[in-house]
């Protein structure tokens, strides 16, 4: 089951880039370094949890953790999978054993052997697999591509060692160009229709969550399936619209302000309201109800922010037959909101870039209320209503750091879908 070769040789060319230069029996910080009493040999290989250190291995993961066992170690140098090197702790090598993290990048030639080099450009080789697992598909920058752009996806485990093929409903495909590890750019292929996406690698396939184009379960479009409240939001559809006419959110936002807009009924960029109760077709929450449903779904919306510096969006429920009030977004007393808030990530003023991305929000995240004894406060871990999350309004709140100064930006495609 073993095999234990000490052999003189110099390894691949791409393998002898790192040059040797020891003068002592320390490594550069000082770490005491054992000396070997012979010619290294490998027994096995372990996890690193001492409670399981009885579980041999004979294959690992990208990026595990994994103890290599033996005899006379300790000049170990490098230790390498396949062709990729990995990072060496002296302080983790004895001559007992190397603990060791297999490399996170997948390798261009596969051995299936690691290799354990001391300072005299010696090798001990050793069979040992490395796994590679399938693709992992997360989510799209922007779910509703327009002609002539490209999908770009979130996930892991993407390597460019054989060419990523991406297939779309309507049977087209299209080859991928690897951003990184985590990402993927896809030209959107002739043919494409709306449906989940299926990313396939030489090491397996993944099919999406997530739809392009989507359209399931969504409530509002902005086209002809519209706000209905005392104050309906304000359409456009002038500036690069993704899917006809868009919600516009923003306007001049002052410190801590609360400003519905004009006087109801009427258009506003502030607030926009959506209300089952006045609306025919709704009889039933955004989503199934039953116990706990809510945290299996996300509220998912494209939006490109032009601008956007200071204040809250605020994402407020009610239940599927509220109609005649706007209490949902003054008062905690209908159910928990959610807000958003990204220039809050960085201080600094928000835009997209003028891109579409597509935002999503756990229903889990609609747990805030909201006070305002001079600033606005939210208070978060607050109790959700399930069976309140039939209407939906936003409102743009100011915060402290509002000056007067403009924000803009526009919401397409509001839908609750399960992640």
């Not at 005899?71 to 396949?82: C, H, M, P, Q, S």
């Not at 006087?263 to 309201?273: D, H, I, N």
């Not at 709704?282 to 509220?299: A, C, D, I």
């Not at 928990?336 to 990530?345: D, H, S, T």
């Amino acid at each position: 089951m073993k095999r234990n070769n000490w052999i003189y040789k110099v390894l691949p060319v791409m393998m002898i880039t790192s040059t040797f230069f020891f003068a002592s029996c320390e490594d550069d910080d000082g770490v005491p370094l054992e000396e070997p009493n012979g010619s290294p040999s490998i027994n096995y290989i372990r996890v690193t949890n001492p409670e399981q250190s009885d579980s041999l291995l004979v294959r690992a993961e990208l990026g595990a953790g994994v103890v290599i066992m033996g005899e006379n170690l300790g000049g170990t140098r490098e230790v390498w999978f396949n062709d990729r090197l990995a990072n060496v702790n002296p302080s983790w090598v004895t001559n007992e054993t190397i603990i060791v993290s297999v490399p996170s990048v997948a390798p261009l030639n596969i051995t299936d052997e690691l290799y354990l080099v001391d300072d005299n450009l010696d090798t001990l080789i050793y069979p040992f697999e490395v796994t590679i697992p399938a693709p992992v598909v997360l989510s799209a920058k922007n779910e509703w591509p327009q002609a002539g752009e490209s999908l770009i996806i979130n996930g892991d485990y993407f390597f460019d060692v054989t060419p990523i093929t991406v297939s779309f409903s309507g049977g087209v495909e299209s080859v991928a160009t690897l951003l990184n590890q985590n990402q993927l750019e896809v030209p959107v292929p002739e043919g494409a229709q709306e449906g989940p996406v299926t990313v396939s690698t030489n090491f397996g396939s993944v099919t999406s969550t997530f739809h392009v184009w989507d359209s399931r379960n969504v409530v509002l479009n902005f086209d002809d399936l519209v706000a209905n409240g005392w104050r309906i939001g304000m359409t456009d559809n002038s500036d690069g619209p993704i899917d006809g006419n868009y919600l516009v959110v923003g306007g001049e936002i002052g410190a801590n302000e609360r400003d519905e807009g004009p006087g109801a009924p009427s258009e506003s960029s502030k607030v926009m309201e959506y209300w089952g109760g006045s609306d025919p077709n709704r009889t039933e929450n955004f989503y199934p109800l039953y116990p706990n449903s809510y945290q299996e779904y996300v509220m998912k919306f494209e939006v490109k922010v032009n601008t956007w510096y200071g204040g809250h969006l605020n994402f407020c429920l009610a239940p599927p037959d509220h109609t005649g009030s706007n209490q949902e977004i003054w008062s905690n007393s209908i159910n928990a909101r959610a807000i958003w808030a990204p220039w809050e990530e960085t201080g600094e003023e928000f835009s997209t870039d003028g891109e579409w991305i597509t935002m999503v929000v756990p229903m889990t995240e609609f747990q805030y209320f909201i006070e305002a004894p001079d600033a606005i406060v939210y208070t978060g871990n607050q109790k959700f209503i399930e069976s309140a999350a039939g209407s939906l309004s936003t409102w743009i709140i100011g915060s402290p750091e509002n000056t007067g100064n403009y924000v803009e930006m526009y919401i397409d495609n509001i839908r609750f879908v399960q992640p």
